[in-house]
């Protein structure tokens, strides 16, 4: 029996894995390249850089945004005039030229198709032929006044193509023995651009080597589970290693544009690439630049190829509500977005995630022409709740139609049908532990307006059931369903609610649960939880409290854990904090304080009577200025002094009026020196005048 389920949940889980849902190019890719491509001062920092953001802009048809053409065209310009330009800085320009339409003469281009051809003739690398032939056809394109022909295509031809491995991959020059998947795709360009240059027609047996390398090259691709196909690139070398978005968008670009040169049917199979569009919008939205110009430009070679465009079904939403009796509506489109030729899109199989078996449909959906979508009016009878897998089938009208574009045969997509889940019979009961009779039972209801409360002891039983019922009255089973009882100290219990047939039932034996529950006796919170993907009324409800009268806990019985800190409470506003102040000490009366402060002034009064009574005079205040100024700020040092103390007196503390004493004392101690001396020397002068 363990072996049979085995198996069934790994056949359920390979189907779930092959289906998945891709949609073409969207608005989104529009927004994301708009903030990925940011010119900075009206440029950007290489011509590689300006390719990419234009082609990107140009592919999802937003290239009005870019105002850049002024100065992108002067490094053109300059790099097409100049001399000492790379193969790989020309064919760079020329592509930004090929978009920009920048002024350059005939000259120039006739010059520069000079040396390409005569670099064409030299090569020695794979590289050094796809610039050099990317960069002619490039001319072509731009202007018809140069020739750009070459006249020995055949030699050329061949020597691209002895660059080949017998794998289909190709190598990036005869000295080099790795083989390389990039490497492939743009030899393949580089073979396309030969026979769109050639003089004369090629040899159509090289022509049908090429088609065996591609066919050996496709035989070589990797696929996911969900039907996506890509190509993956092992080597690393002095070129850098290329991720499989880049070296898949290369072979893509190589193949399609070889198949549209040579004008001959590669008969490549549909699904593969199919599985390749698929691959490309499996990325989503790339997170850069570079990536997304990988993407954009593969999928604009696959919508414009004469090999196979692919036609991707999406769905708008993937949930089908039963409340609201949803449609189950499929777009059909191509990988950008296009509108698709006309055709039928059938419901063929639904596979259940609870059954292997699936249910033969094989039902056509409506088309609504406004809309440009498929629907189907109602889901058949027998769809309840739950997750399925439904596999469409694109069916084209037109016979032409099946030999331009490809559909892969069935696309499986995964769907989700949610409807209300009905709660019938929930019951709590307190039991007697012993004969197992309900004590107290009570019956709780999902509007939560009525809280139970209950109390038990250590000999009874908590029981808790009730009953779902999906939308076709089967039993329904959901992911989760738990009972949370939280004490008043936050310490919580969780414990699963187990189902047999249609009834959920819990009993807590509190007896054997003491230990569990650190015999914490007190008020214990009641918490149901019941929830699932596909029901549309998943609830988290507070039943109520129960009393527990718990035993007393032994010596080493197990202490509750420490409840985590709620960290909000860290950073929160602390409590107030209220200081009481010692009563002021009682003070003198008003009177006796005047009195005291004429005492004091008293002294001070009697020794300015004393000056007066002496006659005090300023005969021996210094003359001179610069003695003058030393008298006068000493006195006005002292005067500071006084002030001090009076400030120290009525507001200032004693640290304060220490540090403002000690550098007005160093300020008398200075200009009281100088003082004193000039009035010594003027006394020593008169005595001995």
């Given at each position: 029996?363990?072996?049979f389920?085995?198996?069934?949940?790994?056949?359920?889980?390979?189907?779930?894995?092959?289906?998945?849902?891709?949609?073409?190019?969207?608005?989104?890719?529009?927004?994301?390249?708009?903030?990925?491509?940011?010119?900075?001062?009206?440029?950007f920092?290489?011509?590689?850089e300006?390719?990419?953001?234009?082609?990107?802009?140009k592919?999802?048809?937003?290239?009005?945004?870019?105002?850049?053409?002024?100065?992108?065209?002067?490094s053109?310009?300059?790099?097409?005039g100049?001399?000492?330009?790379?193969?790989?800085?020309?064919?760079?320009?020329?592509?930004?030229?090929?978009?920009?339409?920048?002024?350059?003469?005939?000259?120039?281009?006739?010059?520069?198709?000079?040396?390409?051809?005569?670099?064409?003739?030299?090569?020695?690398?794979?590289?050094?032929?796809?610039?050099?032939?990317?960069?002619?056809?490039?001319?072509?394109?731009?202007?018809?006044?140069?020739d750009?022909?070459?006249?020995?295509?055949?030699?050329?031809?061949?020597?691209?193509?002895?660059?080949?491995?017998?794998?289909?991959?190709?190598r990036?020059?005869?000295?080099?023995?790795?083989?390389?998947?990039?490497?492939?795709g743009?030899?393949?360009?580089?073979?396309?651009?030969?026979?769109?240059?050639?003089?004369?027609?090629?040899?159509?047996?090289?022509?049908?080597?090429?088609?065996?390398?591609?066919?050996?090259?496709?035989?070589?691709v990797?696929?996911?589970?969900?039907?996506?196909?890509?190509?993956?690139?092992?080597?690393?070398?002095?070129?850098?290693?290329?991720?499989?978005?880049?070296?898949?968008?290369?072979?893509?670009?190589?193949?399609?544009a070889?198949?549209?040169?040579?004008?001959?049917?590669?008969?490549?199979?549909?699904?593969k690439?199919?599985?390749?569009?698929?691959?490309?919008?499996?990325v989503?939205?790339?997170?850069?630049?570079?990536?997304?110009?990988?993407?954009?430009?593969?999928?604009?070679?696959?919508?414009?190829?004469?090999?196979?465009?692919?036609?991707?079904?999406?769905?708008p939403?993937?949930?089908?509500?039963?409340?609201?009796?949803d449609?189950?509506?499929?777009?059909?489109n191509?990988?950008?977005?296009?509108?698709?030729?006309?055709?039928?899109?059938?419901?063929?199989?639904?596979?259940?995630?609870?059954?292997?078996?699936?249910?033969?449909?094989?039902?056509?959906?409506?088309?609504?022409?406004?809309?440009a979508?498929?629907?189907?009016?109602?889901?058949?009878?027998?769809?309840?709740?739950?997750?399925?897998?439904?596999?469409?089938?694109?069916?084209?009208?037109?016979?032409?139609?099946?030999?331009?574009?490809?559909?892969?045969?069935?696309?499986?997509?995964?769907?989700?049908?949610?409807?209300?889940?009905?709660?019938?019979?929930?019951?709590?009961?307190?039991?007697?532990?012993?004969?197992?009779?309900?004590?107290?039972?009570k019956?709780f209801?999902?509007?939560?307006?009525?809280?139970?409360s209950?109390?038990?002891?250590?000999?009874?039983?908590?029981?808790?059931?009730?009953?779902?019922t999906?939308?076709?009255?089967?039993?329904?089973?959901?992911?989760?369903?738990?009972?949370?009882?939280r004490?008043?100290?936050?310490?919580?219990?969780?414990f699963?609610?187990?189902?047999?047939?249609?009834?959920?039932?819990?009993?807590?034996?509190?007896?054997?649960?003491?230990?569990?529950?650190?015999?914490?006796?007190?008020?214990?919170?009641?918490?149901?939880?019941?929830?699932?993907?596909?029901?549309?009324?998943?609830?988290?409800?507070?039943?109520?409290?129960?009393?527990?009268?718990?035993?007393?806990?032994?010596?080493?019985?197990?202490?509750?854990?420490?409840?985590?800190?709620d960290?909000?409470?860290?950073?929160?506003?602390k409590?107030?904090?209220?200081?009481?102040?010692?009563?002021?000490?009682?003070?003198?009366?008003?009177?006796?304080?005047?009195?005291?402060?004429?005492?004091v002034?008293?002294?001070?009064?009697?020794?300015?009577?004393?000056?007066?009574?002496?006659?005090?005079?300023?005969?021996?205040?210094?003359?001179?200025s610069?003695?003058?100024?030393?008298?006068?700020?000493?006195?006005l040092?002292?005067?500071?002094?006084?002030?001090?103390?009076?400030?120290?007196?009525?507001k200032?503390?004693?640290?304060?009026?220490?540090?403002?004493?000690?550098?007005?004392?160093?300020?008398?101690?200075?200009?009281?020196?100088?003082?004193?001396?000039?009035?010594?020397?003027?006394?020593?002068?008169?005595?001995?005048?």
């Amino acid at each position: 029996m363990g072996k049979f389920l085995g198996i069934l949940i790994l056949a359920l889980c390979a189907l779930i894995c092959e289906a998945a849902i891709f949609r073409p190019i969207s608005d989104s890719h529009r927004s994301a390249a708009l903030e990925l491509l940011t010119p900075k001062d009206g440029s950007f920092t290489s011509l590689k850089e300006t390719y990419e953001a234009l082609r990107t802009f140009k592919v999802l048809g937003i290239g009005h945004q870019l105002d850049i053409k002024a100065k992108s065209c002067k490094s053109v310009v300059d790099t097409a005039g100049s001399p000492s330009s790379t193969l790989k800085d020309l064919f760079q320009a020329l592509e930004v030229n090929g978009i920009l339409k920048c002024e350059l003469s005939k000259e120039t281009f006739a010059g520069i198709a000079s040396r390409l051809k005569d670099s064409v003739n030299t090569a020695s690398s794979l590289l050094d032929y796809y610039y050099s032939i990317g960069s002619l056809v490039l001319i072509k394109g731009q202007t018809s006044e140069v020739d750009v022909h070459l006249g020995g295509a055949d030699s050329v031809f061949r020597a691209i193509k002895s660059l080949s491995q017998s794998d289909g991959r190709w190598r990036y020059s005869s000295n080099n023995p790795e083989s390389s998947t990039f490497a492939a795709g743009i030899a393949l360009e580089s073979l396309a651009g030969v026979i769109s240059l050639a003089s004369s027609e090629i040899d159509h047996s090289l022509i049908s080597l090429v088609k065996n390398d591609i066919s050996k090259l496709l035989d070589g691709v990797e696929k996911y589970d969900d039907g996506a196909y890509y190509f993956d690139e092992k080597l690393v070398d002095a070129h850098g290693h290329q991720s499989p978005l880049s070296a898949s968008s290369a072979v893509v670009r190589g193949i399609t544009a070889f198949a549209t040169a040579s004008d001959e049917d590669l008969n490549l199979p549909g699904d593969k690439i199919l599985g390749l569009a698929r691959f490309f919008l499996s990325v989503g939205i790339p997170g850069n630049a570079e990536d997304l110009f990988y993407q954009l430009e593969a999928l604009a070679s696959l919508e414009n190829n004469r090999v196979s465009i692919p036609l991707i079904l999406s769905l708008p939403t993937a949930v089908i509500s039963l409340t609201k009796k949803d449609q189950l509506k499929v777009n059909v489109n191509t990988v950008l977005g296009s509108a698709a030729p006309s055709l039928s899109v059938k419901l063929k199989q639904i596979f259940s995630s609870g059954s292997k078996d699936a249910s033969i449909i094989d039902q056509d959906l409506k088309f609504d022409p406004e809309n440009a979508v498929h629907f189907l009016d109602a889901l058949p009878e027998n769809i309840d709740v739950g997750s399925y897998i439904f596999s469409l089938e694109i069916v084209l009208d037109s016979p032409e139609d099946k030999k331009i574009y490809a559909t892969g045969g069935r696309t499986k997509v995964p769907i989700y049908v949610t409807g209300f889940i009905k709660v019938d019979h929930a019951d709590v009961a307190v039991l007697d532990s012993d004969l197992g009779n309900v004590e107290t039972q009570k019956r709780f209801d999902l509007a939560g307006e009525s809280t139970l409360s209950l109390s038990a002891n250590h000999l009874q039983k908590l029981q808790l059931s009730f009953q779902l019922t999906s939308p076709l009255g089967n039993a329904f089973k959901p992911h989760q369903a738990f009972l949370k009882l939280r004490h008043e100290s936050k310490v919580e219990h969780i414990f699963v609610v187990e189902n047999s047939g249609k009834k959920f039932e819990i009993i807590l034996d509190f007896l054997g649960l003491v230990e569990k529950f650190f015999y914490l006796s007190g008020r214990y919170g009641i918490q149901l939880t019941v929830g699932d993907s596909v029901m549309e009324n998943s609830f988290f409800l507070q039943l109520g409290s129960i009393e527990l009268d718990l035993p007393d806990p032994p010596e080493k019985a197990a202490h509750p854990p420490p409840q985590p800190i709620d960290s909000t409470s860290r950073f929160g506003p602390k409590a107030e904090i209220s200081h009481i102040f010692r009563a002021p000490e009682k003070r003198p009366p008003k009177e006796l304080s005047l009195i005291f402060l004429a005492l004091v002034l008293l002294p001070f009064i009697g020794f300015l009577v004393g000056l007066l009574r002496l006659q005090v005079n300023l005969k021996n205040f210094p003359k001179a200025s610069v003695p003058a100024t030393f008298a006068i700020l000493f006195h006005l040092g002292i005067a500071a002094v006084l002030t001090l103390y009076l400030l120290f007196w009525l507001k200032l503390n004693l640290f304060t009026t220490l540090k403002a004493l000690g550098f007005l004392g160093i300020f008398l101690m200075f200009v009281g020196h100088r003082t004193l001396s000039y009035l010594a020397s003027s006394s020593a002068k008169l005595k001995s005048a």
